[in-house]
């Protein structure tokens, strides 16, 4: 939860990254590449075959690791950390080390079934590997392009380092240091050790599978090995991107807003402004409130009108209608005749402040400037050379502070924030709605260009809910026995698309 971070300066920690000294490790990005040879095993043979095979290979690997001098030696190593010996894994720098005798030994395990040379030739695509041409030797077959999608099946399902290929791939690389007596136990864990002898078929997964998993932290290379990075290299610029996006087009959803109701508030209210029309030349209260209920409505009709709500626009008028909203209940909270009008100045000062800047802008206007209408509201309630410009907020305060002051606080938790990030164009509207994960495997699940940017989840409802907020907010203000009729949606008609 957000109370569970700490506050330092601008930025919330949370709890983990409080940890002093804490270091994180990605099995995907440097650790699985050096078990290749088993994560192929995973990918094309069944569980019960690899586990088999991943058994007789420790049997056969623990004579590599064996400690001859033991007791002793071994509590002297515990003290000094030393027992957590990275160089206790079957991985590919391992592989490559040890002698021909040994790795044949290794090697005839895998080869013995029938499916076993198809499952390590891909790694004969990859001549960044250590020991290459000893396993080229051995295997004495030629990869062919289809290699490359074995490779990436089997990749596939180890990505997630939490997977049953991970996790069995990871119990290996702990099974190693226990049997060959480099890992130890206090007595008491006699039956943890039972659960890992005998793994996966005795005691409860919930507990026994996260426990291998710490406990291969431990059993990684630090740092890391350089070839691993050789070989993402190499498998990303051997193999191209899987699109999943790319039979997407674009599909426009038909508006549910209930127009019937929503012209039926427009008229209502313009109904009731003309009801409590004012003898004063200026009344911004009256302007203020009214207009921005009909501003509220102008923006909804426009999302169901253009079909916007699924679009980025829908969610930048989302969050142009939590602002329409907490404003008007802002000064509806406050309703002293000093607000509204700081309100309405501020509105003007802006307008004399864009039209002063327009003199001094060289060559053509933007296309959206209408330089007469900005001159005239400018100058509609006191010539402009009387009007002060206000460089700060209207009410010398922000949105947060305003929403929090009338009660409108969880209407901007609600809304606004992430709303804020589509208008703000920050990472995570741009990442969200026009990139896709890449499928291939191999490529790590970065992220490519979509064909068609990402429909998002409707705003109709939550505008709906915030135009009615701003329509009772009014009622409030300027009360009457006939109430303005409130928004609804109608059921979904169906979908058309636009091609
Ligand atoms: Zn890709």
């Given at each position: 939860m957000l109370d569970n971070h700490e506050r330092i300066g601008t930025k919330l920690i949370p709890p983990l990254a409080q940890i002093p000294m804490a270091k994180s490790s990605s099995w995907l990005d440097h650790h699985m590449p050096e078990m290749l040879w088993a994560v192929l095993l995973t990918g094309t043979l069944n569980r019960i075959q690899y586990l088999n095979c991943f058994r007789e290979i420790a049997a056969i690997c623990r004579e590599w690791f064996l400690r001859i001098e033991a007791a002793k030696n071994s509590e002297l190593e515990?003290?000094?950390?030393?027992?957590?010996?990275?160089?206790?894994?079957?991985?590919?720098?391992?592989?490559?080390?040890?002698?021909?005798?040994?790795?044949?030994?290794?090697?005839?395990?895998?080869?013995?079934?029938p499916m076993g040379c198809v499952a390590l030739r891909p790694l004969l695509l990859l001549d960044c590997l250590p020991g290459y041409d000893r396993w080229r030797h051995a295997l004495?077959?030629?990869?062919?392009?289809?290699?490359?999608?074995?490779?990436?099946?089997?990749?596939?399902?180890?990505?997630?380092?939490?997977?049953?290929?991970?996790?069995?791939?990871?119990?290996?690389?702990?099974?190693?240091?226990?049997i060959s007596g480099r890992m130890r136990f206090p007595e008491?864990?006699?039956?943890?050790?039972?659960?890992?002898?005998?793994?996966?078929?005795?005691?409860?997964?919930?507990?026994?599978?996260?426990?291998?998993?710490?406990?291969?932290?431990?059993?990684?290379?630090?740092?890391?090995?350089?070839?691993?990075?050789?070989?993402?290299?190499?498998?990303?610029?051997?193999?191209?991107?899987?699109?999943?996006?790319?039979?997407?087009?674009?599909?426009?959803?038909?508006?549910?807003?209930?127009?019937?109701?929503?012209?039926?508030?427009?008229?209502?209210?313009?109904?009731?402004?003309?009801?409590?029309?004012?003898?004063?030349?200026?009344?911004?209260?009256?302007?203020?409130?009214?207009?921005?209920?009909?501003?509220?409505?102008?923006?909804?009709?426009?999302?169901?009108?253009?079909?916007?709500?699924?679009?980025?626009?829908?969610?930048?008028a989302l969050r142009a209608l939590a602002e329409v909203c907490i404003t008007l209940r802002y000064l509806a909270h406050i309703d002293s005749p000093s607000m509204w009008h700081s309100y309405r100045v501020y509105g003007a000062g802006q307008a004399k402040l864009a039209f002063l800047k327009l003199q001094q802008i060289q060559g053509d206007l933007p296309t959206f400037i209408d330089e007469d209408a900005i001159h005239g509201i400018a100058n509609e309630d006191v010539w402009q050379e009387f009007l002060n410009i206000d460089v700060g907020h209207w009410a010398n305060s922000n949105l947060r502070k305003l929403a929090s002051e009338c009660g409108a606080k969880e209407t901007y938790d609600r809304y606004y924030d992430w709303s804020s990030s589509y208008i703000h164009g920050n990472w995570a509207a741009v990442r969200d709605t026009n990139f896709v994960t890449c499928h291939n495997a191999l490529h790590r699940l970065h992220r490519i260009p979509r064909i068609a940017h990402r429909s998002l989840h409707t705003v109709e409802p939550d505008c709906v809910e915030l135009v009615n907020e701003v329509i009772s907010t009014l009622e409030n203000l300027y009360p009457s026995a006939e109430p303005i009729p409130r928004l609804s949606l109608r059921p979904l008609q169906g979908t058309a698309d636009a091609g």
């Amino acid at each position: 939860m957000l109370d569970n971070h700490e506050r330092i300066g601008t930025k919330l920690i949370p709890p983990l990254a409080q940890i002093p000294m804490a270091k994180s490790s990605s099995w995907l990005d440097h650790h699985m590449p050096e078990m290749l040879w088993a994560v192929l095993l995973t990918g094309t043979l069944n569980r019960i075959q690899y586990l088999n095979c991943f058994r007789e290979i420790a049997a056969i690997c623990r004579e590599w690791f064996l400690r001859i001098e033991a007791a002793k030696n071994s509590e002297l190593e515990n003290k000094s950390g030393a027992a957590h010996n990275f160089t206790v894994i079957v991985d590919h720098i391992k592989l490559a080390e040890v002698s021909d005798e040994e790795f044949n030994k290794f090697l005839s395990v895998v080869l013995a079934h029938p499916m076993g040379c198809v499952a390590l030739r891909p790694l004969l695509l990859l001549d960044c590997l250590p020991g290459y041409d000893r396993w080229r030797h051995a295997l004495q077959v030629e990869p062919s392009n289809d290699d490359w999608s074995i490779l990436a099946r089997s990749v596939g399902g180890v990505i997630d380092h939490q997977s049953e290929a991970s996790t069995d791939i990871r119990w290996f690389k702990l099974i190693l240091p226990i049997i060959s007596g480099r890992m130890r136990f206090p007595e008491s864990e006699a039956e943890r050790l039972d659960e890992l002898r005998l793994f996966p078929d005795k005691g409860d997964m919930r507990s026994v599978r996260p426990f291998i998993r710490s406990g291969e932290m431990v059993l990684r290379r630090n740092p890391p090995s350089p070839w691993v990075e050789a070989f993402w290299t190499l498998a990303m610029n051997k193999t191209g991107c899987v699109d999943p996006s790319k039979d997407d087009g674009y599909t426009f959803s038909d508006t549910e807003i209930n127009s019937t109701a929503l012209y039926a508030a427009r008229d209502a209210v313009a109904e009731r402004f003309h009801s409590n029309a004012s003898p004063l030349r200026i009344d911004p209260r009256l302007d203020s409130a009214f207009g921005l209920t009909l501003y509220g409505l102008s923006i909804l009709e426009e999302i169901g009108m253009h079909r916007m709500q699924t679009r980025i626009v829908g969610a930048i008028a989302l969050r142009a209608l939590a602002e329409v909203c907490i404003t008007l209940r802002y000064l509806a909270h406050i309703d002293s005749p000093s607000m509204w009008h700081s309100y309405r100045v501020y509105g003007a000062g802006q307008a004399k402040l864009a039209f002063l800047k327009l003199q001094q802008i060289q060559g053509d206007l933007p296309t959206f400037i209408d330089e007469d209408a900005i001159h005239g509201i400018a100058n509609e309630d006191v010539w402009q050379e009387f009007l002060n410009i206000d460089v700060g907020h209207w009410a010398n305060s922000n949105l947060r502070k305003l929403a929090s002051e009338c009660g409108a606080k969880e209407t901007y938790d609600r809304y606004y924030d992430w709303s804020s990030s589509y208008i703000h164009g920050n990472w995570a509207a741009v990442r969200d709605t026009n990139f896709v994960t890449c499928h291939n495997a191999l490529h790590r699940l970065h992220r490519i260009p979509r064909i068609a940017h990402r429909s998002l989840h409707t705003v109709e409802p939550d505008c709906v809910e915030l135009v009615n907020e701003v329509i009772s907010t009014l009622e409030n203000l300027y009360p009457s026995a006939e109430p303005i009729p409130r928004l609804s949606l109608r059921p979904l008609q169906g979908t058309a698309d636009a091609g």
